[in-house]
């Protein structure tokens, strides 16, 4: 079956640097590749949406990457702010109606 | 326009009770999903409905857990005889369509099982 990691451990970086996020998946090979950010107590909202024939999607101070060969996606925040403190989420389309989150990674930005 | 909404926002509830959550997606939107996030984990999938068609129920974790919606609108999700491994967020989400397109999230119903 479908399997997404995602970095555990917190990641703590100052303002102004630039958050980097990674979201492993093995098995099967989406068409499409998601990132969600959650506050606490509340549902994740929609970031950025990357196909397989997409290397790189950016919006703002976003910028996603999805390399196929690695199986892996990286989520960059540049000139990070302490607003930007969350949880990011990793999802993927299975093939068939469900989409796969992975757990999330806690980002904290000190200012 | 109005977002997704769920309701209620917290229940508590007695071991054994019978509980039904309730999800309004977003007008329009044929796609709706139910996840379940336990305290300090991911989402895990339920189930996913698109338009008239079979649901995927796929993801229940037991035959305690069952869900409906009228055509594409109110989805309700029931979970029978409840037990404490039950509490957790029950979040619902609707999208546009199937496949590629993205998931707008409700605020969750926080279930609490005594």
């Known amino acids: 079956s479908q399997k997404i990691e995602q970095n555990s451990e917190a990641l703590n970086i100052q303002e102004g640097k630039t958050a980097t996020l990674t979201c492993n998946y093995t098995n099967y090979s989406p068409a499409y590749l998601q990132w969600y950010r959650q506050d606490p107590g509340r549902g994740p909202v929609f970031l950025l949406l990357?196909?397989?024939?997409?290397k790189e999607k950016r919006k703002e101070r976003l910028k996603v990457t999805f390399d196929t060969t690695l199986k892996q996606s990286l989520f960059h925040i540049t000139a990070s702010q302490p607003a930007d403190s969350a949880t990011y989420l990793c999802?993927?389309?299975?093939?068939?109606?469900?989409?796969?989150f992975g757990a999330g990674t806690r980002l904290f930005v000190k200012a | 326009g109005a977002g997704v909404s769920q309701s209620p926002s917290n229940k508590v509830t007695e071991k054994g009770k019978d509980v039904e959550l309730r999800c309004d997606p977003i007008?329009?939107?044929?796609?709706l999903y139910w996840y379940r996030q336990r305290l300090g984990q991911g989402l895990e999938f339920l189930i996913y409905f698109q338009g008239n068609s079979a649901p995927d129920k796929s993801g229940l974790p037991s035959d305690r857990f069952s869900a409906e919606r009228t055509g594409e609108s109110v989805s309700t999700l029931t979970i029978q005889r409840t037990q404490q491994e039950d509490s957790a967020v029950y979040l619902c989400?609707?999208?546009?369509?199937?496949?590629?397109?993205?998931?707008?999230f409700g605020p969750g119903t926080r279930l609490t099982v005594t």
């Open positions: 990357i196909r397989e024939n997409e």
């Open positions: 989400a609707s999208s546009l369509a199937q496949g590629s397109y993205e998931q707008y």
């Open positions: 999802a993927l389309e299975t093939g068939g109606f469900k989409t796969i």
């Open positions: 007008s329009g939107h044929t796609a």
